[in-house]
């Protein structure tokens, strides 16, 4: 059976815990700058165009008056020369210059930084992985749209709603992936929201025709008729509902007169309810993944947690260790699972992260069969590796994965740190090479991941390999979606060069 080793939870910002998709806290914190900084260009602008038309105002009122008294009398108005001179002047060169002041573009500034800002604007894709997030937070923790569209999730510090527009571009997401459990789902959200009086710029016509046929294509035809009628109520005139009319009640007749012979009496018996679709990457492992994202997964046995303990650990009397041991926990017991507390300080996590911050980039897997760095959709969070020379708290971290580990760090990865927006995911998988993958780790050359470190706050630790050197599968993990705020993470992986004094190879396959 495998077990899963789950990153869970949403950690505050001071915890280290579809491709351009902004993943990243620090990506979408500068969008919120980007967005306050066109606000401000656009009050501004608002400002200059007020100013112009107060001008304008002021010219019209002046005029009014001056034209008013002039039409009552105009032989008498023009026959002062004064007032012959002003008209001449008004009509030769005061309204061109009215004229070029009401043709005067005031919104110069404001599209001038709107064109520069909208390089940094998130695309249709990212648009598109927002929306797909949402719907994987749904699914993953079991939240029903009425939830998600108040704005009302755990531990959330400034509530927002979500309009009748905004569940129905969900809806069209999910539409166009051919996801029509979902699709069924927010367009019934939002034809609620419009049904209690929501003012909105889309219309239930519109919303009806997509839940009709999200219905007939998870197979309830009963209600995908009953909603196109209702859509025809509305608009009449509608060629796609009216085709669709038809042929559902053409499909109904048809399956009326197959069934006929079967029972004189069978419409007087209940029909089955029909059983909902389910979302299009579904998967039969994720059942067991998103069940432990939700804290309902596996619990040990009294009898198992009876063997697991807390300790100190002074790393087999290493000096910087024996005043000051760390704590240990024994977290699980197959695959040995152990935690670390107060392992790292709330100053060095602030200092891996501003060193991690400009560096973040999608993050990567390895391919399986040609060793290649590539990103994927199953693992979305923006990651960043620091050296131990460029910056001594990095070393420090190294040498203290080394002295408690007992394994040598010289031949580990980098210290990877991954950063989780919302709904920022890794699924269930391995992080060693499996046999079907022997290029994995090749241009590395110090073989397989033997063990894994990761902080998240505290820091677990585990191998990946047998001492044999066989993959241990009991080791399959994920890092959950983040429902709400961002997570910190940072990993260690150490390879197998470099330990075959510090973990000798044994004879058996499995240990």
Same mark, same amino acid.
């Not at 697991?308 to 197959?334: M, S, T, V």
């Not at 992260?353 to 391919?367: C, E, G, M």
């Given at each position: ?55 304008? *105002? ?31 002047? @008004? ?15 005031? &919104? ?84 609620? !929201? ?17 839940? &009709? ?26 060629? @796609? ?27 007087? !018996? ?17 059942? *067991? ?14 009898r198992r947690q009876k063997k ?30 152990i935690r670390f507390h107060d ?26 069969i040609t060793g290649d760095l ?7 969070? *923006? ?11 990095? &070393? @420090? ?105 510090? @973990? ?8």
């Open positions: 059976m495998i077990w899963y080793i789950l990153i869970i939870g949403i950690l505050l910002p001071q915890s280290l815990a579809h491709p351009g998709f902004f993943t990243s806290i620090g990506q979408m914190t500068d969008l919120i700058h980007t967005e306050k900084d066109l606000v401000t260009s656009l009050k501004d602008y608002i400002k200059a165009e007020e100013d112009k038309l107060e001008q304008i *105002k002021k010219w019209a009122e002046k005029l009014d008056r001056l034209t008013s008294t002039a039409t009552k009398d105009p032989e008498g108005f023009v026959g002062h020369p004064v007032n012959a001179f002003k008209l001449m002047k @008004r009509l030769n060169t005061e309204w061109s210059e009215l004229e070029n002041l009401v043709l005067k573009d005031m &919104s110069d500034g404001f599209i001038s930084n709107l064109t520069i800002q909208r390089q940094y604007f998130p695309n249709d894709e990212d648009q598109v992985g927002a929306a797909k997030a949402l719907l994987r937070l749904q699914d993953t923790y079991n939240l029903d749209t009425d939830t998600i569209s108040k704005g009302n999730l755990p531990g959330v510090k400034h509530k927002s709603f979500l309009t009748a527009e905004d569940c129905f571009e969900l809806g069209k997401v999910a539409y166009t992936e051919a996801d029509y459990y979902h699709t069924e789902l927010w367009m019934e959200q939002a034809l609620r !929201q419009l049904d209690e009086g929501e003012i909105s710029t889309i219309d239930k016509v519109s919303v009806l025709d997509y839940l &009709s046929y999200a219905v007939y294509q998870q197979g309830d035809l009963d209600k995908a008729l009953l909603l196109t009628k209702k859509l025809l109520e509305l608009d009449p005139e509608h060629q @796609r509902a009216n085709g669709n009319l038809k042929y559902f009640e053409y499909i109904m007749a048809k399956e009326k007169d197959v069934n006929k012979s079967a029972s004189d009496d069978q419409s007087d !018996q209940k029909t089955t309810p029909k059983k909902k679709g389910v979302a299009v990457d579904y998967l039969p492992e994720r059942q *067991k993944y998103e069940m432990l994202c939700r804290g309902e997964g596996i619990k040990m046995t009294p697991l303990f807390c300790r100190y650990h002074d790393g087999n009397r290493n000096p910087k260790f024996i005043l000051a041991p760390a704590k240990q926990e024994d977290e699980w017991d197959k695959p040995r699972i392992i790292i300080s709330d100053a060095e996590i602030e200092i891996v992260k501003d060193l991690a911050k400009p560096r973040l980039r999608r993050a990567t897997i390895s391919n399986p590539e990103t994927v959709h199953y693992r979305i969070s *923006k990651s960043a590796w620091l050296s131990g020379y460029e910056n001594p708290v990095v &070393s @420090r971290i190294n040498m203290r994965i080394q002295d408690l580990t007992g394994l040598d760090v010289s031949t580990a990865e980098e210290l990877q740190v991954a950063n989780y927006g919302v709904g920022g995911q890794y699924e269930p998988h391995f992080d060693f090479a499996r046999k079907d993958e022997p290029d994995a780790f090749k241009e590395l050359g110090t073989g397989n991941r033997i063990a894994t470190w990761l902080f998240y706050g505290t820091a677990v630790f585990w191998y990946n390999l047998f001492a044999s050197g066989e993959g241990d599968y009991s080791t399959r993990h994920a890092a959950c979606p983040v429902l709400v705020g961002n997570k910190w993470v940072s990993n260690k992986w150490l390879h197998e060069r470099g330990q075959e004094f510090r @973990r000798p190879c044994t004879l058996s396959e499995l240990e």
